[in-house]
């Protein structure tokens, strides 16, 4: 059974730092590129960053420069560091998983709460 299982989340003063994990299991973790998406209350979810199978990455404009995805073949992770936190970083935090022929996000966590304080 595939899964997801995010962690890392928390409270964080404006300013500060927090890395989220998401450990992957029941597929070709390698095969797969890894996304982060977010969602903040009475908004819709939307995409942070992805990383490829090749490990190239590509991040939403409002975190490039603050946000660093990447990931570990050899433990089934990906991260996002992020650092510079605002307030309006604020959300639940999700990774996913598309597989090589698929366009859309096949597997999904449950989602770990960042909440920044200003």
């Known amino acids: 059974q595939q899964q997801l299982v995010e962690s890392g989340g928390g409270l964080v003063q404006a300013g500060g730092s927090l890395r989220v994990s998401c450990a992957a299991s029941?597929?070709?973790?390698?095969?797969?590129?890894m996304g982060w998406f977010r969602q903040a209350p009475g908004q819709e979810r939307e995409f942070v960053a992805a990383?490829?199978?090749?490990?190239?990455?590509t991040y939403t404009d409002s975190v490039k420069g603050r946000f660093t995805i990447s990931r570990d073949n050899a433990k089934n992770t990906v991260y996002l560091q992020m650092n510079s936190l605002k307030p309006e970083d604020t959300a639940v935090y999700y990774c996913a998983a598309r597989g090589i022929l698929s366009t859309i996000y096949d597997y999904w966590g449950q989602g770990t709460q960042v909440t920044v304080s200003s």
């Open positions: 029941g597929f070709t973790f390698g095969l797969y590129t």
């Open positions: 990383i490829t199978r090749s490990g190239s990455t």
